[in-house]
């Protein structure tokens, strides 16, 4: 638990002074920044979720090509929208932007929320996305974290946020609510974002020229911090252990891509098994229907049985949801 954090004035407003005018200079380029469209913003906000910047732009442009507006991406066949999502990986968030715009389209007339409360109350949307969405689309100012920017209100006002973090999420969130500039959270939060990023970063921040030295609390001691953790001690991205459920089921959603691709609608069961196994027998028959029963639920599969062929598996069919 961080200790009570108490924000002189002449502090706070040397920090938002400090960290506006870098990103005034640092900002980059990036294409959602130059809209207020919801509909995009929404797109962006999930494709980023877990994905690097870099990696997400030509998706973003490609997805829009494709589905331009709300009512382009509501009406699609999941299936497509699930094959246009390729190499972004996550699939699960293709099926949750889809349902939040189709929630849009056909609950709300196209009309979009814009406070926090009614957009968290869209299907698969949560209080970052939530927040983001209002302040970017909508320019409220509003408090939500990510990463980045939970990383950099912990160092500015508390201290050094490893080994541990000394503050909880509720605490950091309170003092993002503090920080938030009237009239300018839009840019305050965009800029929280890009300085976690690119200057105040999880391993390597450039503390020598960091335009916030003086008033950081995090300053005075995370260099030598990091000095002396242990070799390979910092936190790295999780990825799907390979032989892992996880990693199976991205072997059969990419599978299932390629039959849809092809125009075969589906495969079956046993030759699923064994596109994706390589020692895959019918003794592998219940855990694989375990594992497509999970994609269903979470509908990035569809599937199709013919009870009497039910234990063959021969005539079970899995393909992409319609």
């Given at each position: 638990?961080?200790?009570?954090?108490?924000?002189?004035?002449?502090?706070?407003?040397?920090?938002?002074?400090?960290?506006?005018?870098?990103?005034?200079?640092?900002?980059?380029?990036?294409?959602?920044?130059?809209?207020?469209?919801?509909?995009?913003?929404l797109v962006s906000e999930i494709m980023l979720q877990q994905t690097q910047v870099d990696r997400v732009v030509p998706y973003y442009e490609a997805f829009l090509a494709r589905f331009p507006d709300e009512r382009s991406l509501a009406s699609a066949p999941t299936a497509d929208v699930i094959t246009l999502w390729k190499g972004l990986g996550y699939n699960r968030r293709a099926v949750n932007l889809q349902r939040a715009v189709q929630a849009?389209?056909?609950?709300?007339?196209?009309?979009?929320?814009?406070?926090?409360?009614?957009?968290?109350?869209?299907?698969?949307?949560?209080?970052?996305?939530?927040?983001?969405?209002?302040?970017?689309?909508?320019?409220?100012?509003?408090?939500?974290?990510?990463?980045?920017?939970?990383?950099?209100?912990?160092?500015?006002?508390?201290?050094?946020?490893?080994?541990?973090?000394?503050?909880?999420?509720?605490?950091?969130?309170?003092?993002?609510?503090?920080?938030?500039?009237?009239?300018?959270?839009?840019?305050?939060?965009?800029?929280?974002?890009?300085?976690?990023?690119?200057?105040?970063?999880?391993?390597?921040?450039?503390?020598?020229?960091?335009?916030?030295?003086?008033?950081?609390?995090?300053?005075?001691?995370?260099?030598?911090?990091?000095?002396?953790?242990?070799?390979?001690?910092?936190?790295?991205?999780?990825?799907?252990?390979?032989?892992?459920?996880?990693?199976?089921?991205?072997?059969?959603?990419?599978?299932?891509?390629?039959?849809?691709?092809?125009?075969?609608?589906?495969?079956?069961?046993?030759?699923?098994?064994?596109?994706?196994?390589?020692?895959?027998?019918?003794?592998?028959?219940?855990?694989?229907?375990?594992?497509?029963?999970?994609?269903?639920?979470?509908?990035?599969?569809?599937?199709?049985?013919?009870?009497?062929?039910?234990?063959?598996?021969?005539?079970?069919?899995?393909?992409?949801?319609?």
């Amino acid at each position: 638990m961080a200790p009570d954090v108490i924000v002189a004035d002449d502090r706070m407003a040397a920090i938002r002074d400090g960290l506006l005018g870098w990103f005034g200079e640092h900002a980059r380029n990036l294409p959602w920044r130059l809209t207020r469209d919801p509909y995009r913003v929404l797109v962006s906000e999930i494709m980023l979720q877990q994905t690097q910047v870099d990696r997400v732009v030509p998706y973003y442009e490609a997805f829009l090509a494709r589905f331009p507006d709300e009512r382009s991406l509501a009406s699609a066949p999941t299936a497509d929208v699930i094959t246009l999502w390729k190499g972004l990986g996550y699939n699960r968030r293709a099926v949750n932007l889809q349902r939040a715009v189709q929630a849009v389209v056909d609950d709300l007339g196209g009309i979009w929320p814009q406070t926090v409360e009614g957009l968290r109350a869209l299907p698969g949307i949560g209080p970052y996305t939530a927040g983001a969405v209002a302040c970017f689309a909508f320019e409220q100012d509003v408090p939500f974290i990510d990463t980045n920017m939970r990383r950099v209100l912990h160092r500015l006002f508390i201290g050094p946020d490893f080994p541990e973090p000394m503050a909880t999420d509720r605490e950091i969130v309170a003092l993002a609510d503090e920080a938030v500039p009237s009239g300018s959270g839009w840019m305050w939060n965009q800029a929280l974002i890009e300085f976690g990023a690119l200057q105040c970063n999880a391993r390597k921040p450039a503390c020598v020229i960091c335009p916030l030295q003086r008033q950081c609390a995090a300053f005075p001691d995370i260099q030598s911090i990091i000095m002396d953790l242990p070799r390979g001690s910092g936190r790295k991205k999780e990825s799907p252990f390979e032989g892992s459920n996880r990693w199976y089921r991205g072997r059969i959603v990419d599978a299932l891509r390629s039959a849809h691709d092809g125009d075969v609608g589906g495969i079956p069961l046993l030759e699923l098994g064994a596109i994706v196994r390589e020692d895959f027998s019918p003794d592998h028959l219940p855990w694989l229907r375990s594992i497509v029963g999970d994609l269903a639920r979470d509908g990035l599969a569809a599937i199709a049985e013919e009870p009497a062929a039910y234990d063959a598996g021969q005539m079970t069919v899995v393909r992409l949801p319609g």
